[in-house]
């Protein structure tokens, strides 16, 4: 166990602690449990690009500092691929920047153009590194809760117009949506777009999740509904899309006064980070559609398996439409406390998840929730499945 942070973590950070996701994979692996906690996949992305690495690494590119802004033709790469993908038009060289992962792209905007005091409304549950970010920047998180609507996680849009006030600096909107894998629809954000432009609000939106989307949903990014571009800053990453978590390269895409304005922060965050990677990420974006329609079509039918075992557990199962996750009810287990359910699954079932209510500033709302990730390997999430059938005996 590592030691507790708080007796030196300051006033700011205090609540934050250790995150999450590092609590319950040190609990899978000190367990021997299945670890459907963290979102990460159990194998890597396509081998060619896991080539094209090693292929920079050794040909001496990128392995001292790249560019700060990211190398030239990454930053090339992600315009062609908002082009090709959504007809967004960037120029690469002031309307995009290269990050370490998304992680540094929350962390840089949200530095970058919160004052002390604004408010910054977020949707409920949000990604843990929002709320630690804004109580960085000095902000006040302001969560509007999605709820449970027919089956799936739906965003209030009156709740959403009601949470700004003349504080607010920005929307923090992350589509597709974790942990409850609601991907926003069109008349949504169209509804999200609106308020924006009328209360005159910038918007930070997390799209890392943008081509694992199922069935009939769509992604739309914020930036391409009217009046949106020149108030939106874009983050996403290629560790979702790719299946390389661990290389940490993400990017934000925005009108130029705004990625200026990040990158102010981001220079002093890391400065530069994988170059190498960013070389192979360049070419991943490359990759034909053949690539992110098979992509899709694999992590479709992992969620498709994953559902069907927690539902025969007994589980109440909120199909989501996009992302690597699905968020389960565990009241019809006679269970209310996700924490503690969270903490003694692996004893139970061998099985690690993560409690929703992490995720939540009303953590009553979020304590009957928890989240299993599917980006697994079908014999893991068979086999999860068996093992969490066994709840029902117990
Ligand atoms: N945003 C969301 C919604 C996420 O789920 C994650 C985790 N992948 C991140 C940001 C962080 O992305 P990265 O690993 O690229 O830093
Ligand atoms: N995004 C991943 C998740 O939600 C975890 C990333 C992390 O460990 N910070 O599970």
Request: charged share 25%; proline share 6%.
């Amino acid at each position: 166990m590592t030691s507790s942070a708080r007796p030196f973590l300051n006033r700011r950070l205090a609540e934050f602690g250790t995150t999450i996701f590092a609590e319950m994979s040190a609990l899978a692996a000190r367990t021997g449990s299945i670890n459907l906690g963290q979102g990460f996949p159990d194998t890597d992305g396509p081998e060619e690009i896991r080539e094209a690495a090693v292929r920079a690494l050794r040909d001496g590119r990128g392995n001292q500092y790249p560019p700060g802004p990211g190398v030239p033709e990454l930053r090339t790469a992600v315009a062609a691929h908002q082009q090709r993908h959504y007809g967004l038009t960037y120029d690469p060289d002031t309307e995009v920047l290269v990050t370490a992962g998304a992680t540094e792209a929350i962390a840089a905007s949200l530095l970058a153009l919160v004052e002390p005091g604004d408010e910054v409304v977020a949707l409920e549950p949000y990604y843990d590194s929002y709320a630690a970010c804004i109580a960085m920047a000095g902000g006040r998180r302001v969560p509007v809760t999605l709820r449970p609507h027919g089956g799936a996680f739906r965003l209030d849009l009156d709740e959403l117009r009601a949470a700004v006030t003349d504080r607010t600096r920005l929307l923090l909107i992350n589509t597709p949506h974790n942990p409850t894998g609601t991907v926003l629809t069109r008349e949504e954000l169209t509804a999200v777009a609106e308020l924006a432009v009328e209360r005159d609000l910038l918007v930070v939106t997390d799209e890392v999740y943008e081509h694992l989307v199922f069935d009939d949903a769509a992604h739309v990014p914020l930036a391409t509904l009217p009046g949106m571009r020149e108030r939106t800053v874009t983050i996403s990453s290629s560790g979702k899309t790719f299946s390389f978590t661990g290389w940490k390269v993400g990017w934000v895409t925005a009108a130029p006064a705004l990625v200026a304005a990040v990158r102010s922060a981001k220079q002093f965050l890391t400065y530069v980070s994988a170059g190498p990677f960013q070389y192979a990420v360049a070419e991943a974006l490359n990759l034909p559609d053949s690539y992110f329609t098979a992509l899709r079509e694999d992590l479709r039918a992992k969620r498709d398996l994953l559902a069907a075992g927690l539902t025969e557990a007994g589980f109440e199962v909120f199909r989501p439409a996009g992302t690597y996750f699905v968020t389960t009810d565990i009241r019809p287990l006679g269970e209310s406390d996700g924490f503690a359910f969270c903490r003694s699954l692996p004893e139970r079932a061998g099985v690690v998840a993560i409690p929703n209510a992490v995720f939540y500033d009303h953590r009553e709302e979020g304590a009957p929730f928890v989240r299993f990730a599917f980006c697994k390997q079908p014999e893991t999430l068979r086999e999860a499945g068996k093992r969490l059938a066994g709840l029902r005996k117990d």
